[in-house]
């Protein structure tokens, strides 16, 4: 079983920068690829990136070029790094493991263990 704990949300003003970290428990952080999603009020959880065991990373359309994914296996953290954030990026932020895949994936069922989320707003 694998922990994920989130951290670095927070109260932002658009235009603002703002890194979360995903840390793992665990000594196979390597061999996940991870996700990160994020879920507003009253909307869908939806894909924001992913970083497969490679370093490979994909975005969706509203989060290239402003956010960067990273992780540091020794530490066993994953980073997502948010830059020029606007206001309809406020949600509740997630990052997600996959056991089975060496790329991420889109999809949150193909994720294996999840954190308990991080609140990032992002005032106007």
């Known amino acids: 079983q694998v922990q994920l704990v989130e951290s670095g949300g927070g109260l932002v003003q658009a235009g603002d920068s703002l890194r979360l970290s995903c840390t793992a428990s665990g000594r196979t952080f390597s061999s996940y690829a991870m996700g990160w999603f994020r879920q507003a009020p009253g909307k869908e959880r939806e894909f924001v990136g992913t970083?497969?065991?490679?370093?490979?990373?994909s975005y969706t359309d509203s989060a290239k070029g402003r956010f960067a994914i990273s992780r540091d296996n020794p530490k066993n953290t994953v980073y997502l790094q948010m830059n020029s954030l606007k206001p309809e990026d406020t949600a509740v932020y997630y990052c997600a493991a996959d056991k089975a895949r060496t790329y991420g994936t889109m999809t949150a069922h193909d994720y294996d263990y999840w954190g308990q989320g991080t609140q990032v707003t992002v005032s106007s």
């Open positions: 970083i497969g065991r490679t370093g490979y990373t």
